[in-house]
């Protein structure tokens, strides 16, 4: 054999089927885990989301620890930022949030809608999993719910008071 060979790792590939994946349910949101950070060292968290038509998502936040990405694959989802139009993300499109940026998202559209969610780093997924644990079986996700989940993940929400200066500001444009 010879010595220029070099070492192939043995690392294995993660597979997920389509049905596959822990399953948790935020209310009326459903989702589905695709990558809990195990076979990343926690690199990268996936999750897939289905929200029903008029349906809102959480409280206005930003995360001061990982990024997100979201790939809308049905309908439309809609992100909102203070201060700033909101943008309506359609089957095939990307909406990337970078740190510290204050974001939501909501389908207030008559069509269900889906998105795949990363996260880096992954930890984020635990959120869910806490949040999920919070909601009884149909009972709906709360704001206050939401936002006692969010602060064991250096997420923040946005201040009414800052909320509504924004509001304001955007109207008078």
Same mark, same amino acid.
């Given at each position: 054999? @010879?010595?220029?060979?070099? !070492?192939? $790792?043995?690392?294995?590939?993660?597979?997920?089927?389509?049905? #596959?994946?822990?399953?948790?349910?935020?209310?009326?949101?459903?989702?589905?885990?695709?990558?809990?950070?195990?076979?990343?060292?926690?690199?990268?968290?996936?999750?897939? =989301?289905?929200?029903?038509?008029?349906?809102?998502?959480?409280?206005? !936040?930003?995360?001061?620890?990982?990024?997100?990405? =979201?790939?809308?694959?049905?309908?439309?989802?809609?992100?909102?930022?203070? /201060?700033?139009?909101?943008?309506?993300?359609?089957?095939?499109?990307?909406?990337?949030? /970078?740190?510290?940026?204050? !974001?939501?998202?909501?389908?207030? =559209?008559?069509?269900? #809608?889906? =998105?795949?969610?990363?996260?880096? $780093?992954?930890?984020?997924? +635990?959120?869910?999993?806490?949040?999920?644990?919070?909601? @009884?079986? /149909?009972?709906?996700?709360?704001?206050?719910?939401?936002?006692?989940?969010?602060? !064991?993940? #250096?997420?923040?929400?946005?201040?009414?008071?800052?909320?509504?200066?924004?509001? +304001?500001?955007?109207?008078?444009?």
């Amino acid at each position: 054999m @010879s010595s220029s060979i070099a !070492h192939v $790792p043995s690392v294995d590939v993660s597979y997920v089927p389509l049905k #596959a994946g822990e399953e948790l349910s935020l209310g009326k949101i459903k989702l589905r885990v695709i990558e809990d950070g195990s076979n990343t060292n926690d690199r990268i968290g996936i999750a897939e =989301f289905i929200l029903p038509p008029q349906t809102p998502g959480p409280p206005m !936040h930003w995360h001061e620890m990982h990024d997100e990405c =979201f790939y809308t694959s049905k309908g439309t989802v809609r992100y909102h930022r203070p /201060g700033k139009p909101d943008v309506d993300a359609k089957e095939g499109e990307w909406t990337v949030i /970078g740190v510290r940026a204050p !974001h939501t998202f909501s389908n207030p =559209f008559d069509e269900e #809608a889906k =998105f795949i969610n990363t996260y880096t $780093p992954a930890y984020y997924i +635990n959120y869910f999993r806490m949040l999920a644990k919070m909601i @009884s079986d /149909g009972e709906n996700m709360t704001p206050e719910k939401n936002i006692q989940a969010m602060a !064991h993940f #250096a997420t923040l929400p946005v201040p009414k008071e800052y909320l509504e200066k924004a509001l +304001n500001e955007n109207i008078s444009k």
